[in-house]
């Protein structure tokens, strides 16, 4: 493709996506169609000859469209919002055209460099303690996902409390980590890449508002220690994916000094809300962490995928991941006065993503960040004042955020029946958890373009339908 024809084609694709975003609503939020049913339209071996854009859009439009779930429909109240925005997408885009390979300072200084301005913003946006900055003894760099930033951290955590030596000779078995019963799933996993053993990882019990209980965490670490294991990890949530509790920061980072522990807090979603100095409390006890992430890309309007992990001591990062080939040694890495983020993480190879970070900081500022995560917040307060006043449903957790769970009276089966209901007509998308063996609604409030009277609109679905279902 040449440029002349990438120029032409490339006015038309942005012309699309704004179309996209114009007429976003007019689509069934969830996707409608059977499985199978896109693999069946689409041919069985690869064109032999080059097909136009024209082809390619005209296929789009008839195969794709109807495959996808709006993620960016401001009627999408699913799972946790993916939300993108303009600048994000435009940030993206140049991205992919510098198609840069950022894996040392060497192939590409801006792209490290830029990366580590934007991340001691953040830093400074959601007011972390000053061992997180570049300018100390910490850092961050942006990962994928978090469970990509707690995998890292269960190994740093790891390698510290073996002097390094697990790297060399593999696991003793002995060692011994701590979550809670609500802990994202992506933990067990990590725990499991990491070579530590599910068995090996305890779930601890919750209170009645779903956050770990401190004293259960002491009384499980004492147990593991008498029995001559090792304790090396904790997890501590900012807002769980089920119900968005908020773990207690300041008394399990007080038991992790105590008995030598990482901390690592997980703050996917909800950490955003930090930036607005009305919801930073909820990170207070975040200068005991070892370790912290959240994901822009969740609440941040910066598109999939993006998230900030930072460490307080990037040595013990660094040492545990670095790997030094003779193809990669170079004079700027071996002077010492560059960052090489390919250290920080898994994967050798990354992607340009601090551009879209920049833009989205950039294009909205830090006050119209902190207006639209507000608005967000006060719509869902809103929802949940109108769930207490309904006769018919009744709020199951607390709603400290943009999330609200809650359920009709009627119980499980009318509420799954509900939510299906609803769902399948298209007109908004929710989901479920479970809440002590109970069938809990969930209306998470964060797509980018989401307003009161979408939220007021999906709450008349949900009754009007109820009432229906209930006839």
């Known amino acids: 493709m040449s440029p002349e024809e990438f120029r032409k084609q490339g006015k038309q694709m942005i012309d699309w996506i704004a179309d996209y975003y114009e007429n976003v609503e007019k689509y069934p939020v969830l996707s409608q169609v059977k499985p199978g049913e896109i693999i069946g339209q689409l041919p069985t071996n690869a064109p032999k000859e080059s097909e136009s854009m024209d082809q390619i859009m005209s296929d789009v439009n008839s195969i794709i469209m109807p495959g996808i779930t709006h993620w960016q429909s401001p009627n999408f109240f699913a799972y946790f919002p993916s939300n993108s925005s303009g600048p994000s997408v435009l940030g993206d885009l140049l991205s992919s055209g510098l198609g840069v390979q950022g894996m040392i300072w060497a192939t590409s200084p801006a792209c490290t460099e830029l990366e580590t301005r934007v991340l001691d913003w953040l830093a400074g946006m959601l007011q972390l303690p000053g061992q997180f900055k570049s300018t100390s003894t910490g850092g961050a760099v942006i990962q994928d996902t978090a469970s990509s930033a707690a995998l890292s951290a269960i190994l740093a955590a790891r390698e510290k409390k073996t002097n390094y030596k697990t790297n ?17 799933s992506s933990l067990e996993k990590a725990i499991k890449i990491a070579g530590i053993g599910k068995n090996n990882l305890r779930l601890i019990g919750v209170d009645e508002n779903l956050a770990m209980r401190p004293d259960l965490l002491e009384i499980v670490i004492q147990a593991d ?5 090792s304790p090396f990890f904790v997890c501590a949530t900012v807002g769980t994916t089920s119900t968005n509790a908020m773990d207690p920061l300041t008394e399990i980072g007080r038991i992790c000094r105590k008995y030598e522990l990482w901390l690592h807090i997980d703050a996917a979603m909800s950490g955003t809300a930090a930036i607005s100095p009305k919801y930073r409390h909820f990170l207070n006890g ?36 670095s790997i030094l080939p003779e ?35 950039r294009h909205y500022g830090v006050s119209g960040l902190r207006y639209h995560i507000s608005e967000h917040v006060r719509i869902a307060q809103e929802f949940a004042e109108w769930v207490i006043s309904s006769d018919d449903f009744e709020l199951v957790a607390p709603a400290p955020l943009n999330l609200v769970c809650f359920a009709h009276k009627n119980g499980n089966d009318f509420n799954r029946k509900l939510l299906e209901t609803i769902n399948a007509n298209g007109k908004m998308y929710f989901t479920h958890t479970e809440v002590n063996g109970q069938y809990v609604l969930r209306m998470c409030i964060g797509q980018t373009n989401t307003k009161e009277e979408h939220v007021r609109l999906a709450w008349e679905t949900i009754q009007e339908t109820a009432k229906e279902l209930s006839s």
């Not at 000779?169 to 802990?183: H, I, M």
């Not at 220690?225 to 294991?229: Q, R, S, T």
């Not at 994901?295 to 993006?306: E, G, R, S």
Request: glycine share 6%; with cysteine.
């Open 168 to 184: 060399d000779s593999g696991n003793s078995g002995k060692l011994v980590a701590y979550v809670s019963s609500q802990t994202h």
């Open 327 to 361: 193809y990669l040694k170079n004079q700027a890495s071996e002077s010492g006065a560059v960052i090489d983020y390919r250290d920080w993480h898994i994967q050798l190879g990354r992607r340009f993503r601090s551009l879209k970070l920049w833009f989205v900081i």
């Open 286 to 321: 975040v200068e005991l962490a070892d370790s912290f992430s959240f994901n822009p890309h969740k609440w941040m309007f910066t598109n999939f995928d993006c998230n900030c992990f930072y460490v307080a001591d990037r040595s013990v990062l660094i040492k545990t991941l």
């Open 225 to 229: 220690l008498k029995a001559g294991l």
